[in-house]
């Protein structure tokens, strides 16, 4: 029943659907005590590692916490078509209980006709393992093949809260005032509420930022960003730590020379010799069909070229990912703002002057000021028009990015 799902999108072809009521695995497992171990996340001892093999009898009290619903969107009108894909990829949380693994995982069940989709991901993490640097990157402990030709992939649960379920949760700073109780500290700093947001809210910019820097390292683009592909460790701001991190990699596209000279997809290197590798949609090889067509439009020829768009690709939507979760987390709660609205007053009603008519815009609304006014201590208005720059050739990359909120401050 869809009543009982809280509804997140996923990019232009995947949304994400959380159950409000638990539900049950599809599995046939039945949970054993001895599985029953402490709720802390399962995690690798070595990033390069080899991903491991599990099967059934690995897993017990797997519960439904959320879907991504594949959608078809016509390039030019815009227009998304839910029928064309019928294919659900569902996502579990339970424990593990495996040579050298015991906690809590999460799993993601990809069906048959999404083969491509789920061996494109695997490829993926493996390339971010091996490049070293994947602090920010979801880790992925390994995969099982299922017994009806389902993929299972099994990932850490270190960080379980999408980053737009923080924004819609967080209240306005002047409502968390009047709702809770006074402390002495709030009374000695007034601004403590406010000061916790901004801290928060840095250390979740650069974790992300990060993730895309050590993607693009690694020769990958994302090609799915949005709010949802942000996880955090935590939503309590009082925390002084927060993980962040980013995943759906099942639409990476791979930038590496061999690739772009017309050698394999990260999906076909991966799945070279298997003999059950199917064809599916492959809605993925159509999106990096398509960005590759834009690149060509956009005038790009060589290798360099082609590769330097994808990154720009990706700066530009980050752009706009920041962009909505500042402004959403500075404002009451049920504030009306949406991606879609953000990315046309991006494209089409402000286009190339962020820094001036838009941010005058937002600022004539009372509940955004104090989301301007953060902007504005760090010119981070500059970055934002630099980073959803109309012309794809300035923009800056991830690093140059986090070098700008490396000034950004909580004062």
């Known amino acids: 029943d869809d009543d009982d799902f809280m509804s997140f999108s996923l990019g232009q072809r995947m949304s994400w659907r959380c159950p409000r009521a638990v539900a049950k695995a599809p599995w046939e497992l039945r949970p054993r005590a001895e599985s029953r171990r402490s709720l802390r996340p399962c995690v690798r001892c070595r990033a390069a590692e080899p991903l491991y093999e599990f099967n059934a009898e690995d897993f017990s009290d797997l519960r439904q916490i959320g879907e991504l619903a594949l959608k078809r969107i016509d390039s030019i009108s815009g227009l998304t078509s839910v029928d064309e894909v019928k294919a659900t990829v569902r996502v579990y949380s339970g424990a593990i209980c495996a040579a050298g693994f015991e906690g809590m995982v999460i799993a993601k069940e990809y069906p048959e006709q999404c083969a491509d989709l789920a061996a494109n991901e695997v490829a993926a993490h493996a390339r971010v393992a091996r490049s070293g640097h994947c602090e920010n990157v979801c880790s992925l402990l390994g995969t099982y093949d299922g017994r009806v030709g389902e993929r299972w992939l099994v990932f850490s649960n270190d960080c379980i809260y999408p980053l737009s379920y923080w924004c819609e949760q967080a209240k306005g700073i002047g409502e968390q005032k009047q709702q809770r109780n006074w402390t002495l500290l709030s009374f000695i700093d007034p601004e403590l509420d406010l000061k916790r947001r901004k801290a928060f809210l840095i250390q979740v910019v650069r974790g992300a930022l990060g993730g895309l820097q050590q993607l693009h390292a690694a020769e990958l683009l994302h090609q799915n960003l949005t709010p949802d592909c942000v996880l955090l460790s935590t939503v309590d701001e009082r925390e002084k730590q927060v993980k962040v991190k980013l995943r759906e990699l099942s639409f990476c596209v791979s930038v590496g020379e061999a690739n ?152």
């Open 260 to 411: 772009l000279r017309g050698g394999g997809t990260l999906a076909e290197l991966w799945e070279a010799g298997r003999d059950d590798a199917g064809e599916g949609m492959n809605v993925r090889k159509q999106r990096e069909m398509d960005l590759w067509r834009r690149s060509e439009e956009s005038g790009c020829e060589s290798y360099f070229q082609k590769k330097n768009f994808g990154i720009a690709d990706d700066i530009y939507e980050m752009g706009l990912v920041l962009l909505y979760v500042i402004l959403k987390s500075f404002s009451p709660e049920g504030t009306p703002l949406d991606m879609a609205t953000l990315r046309r007053y991006v494209d089409v009603t402000f286009s190339g002057s962020i820094k001036g008519e838009m941010r005058d815009f937002i600022r004539a609304d009372e509940q955004y000021q104090e989301a301007v006014e953060w902007l504005d201590s760090f010119d981070g208005w500059g970055l934002i028009e630099a980073m959803v720059n109309p012309g794809w050739k300035s923009r800056p990359t991830a690093e140059s990015c986090l070098g700008v909120f490396e000034q950004a401050t909580i004062e």
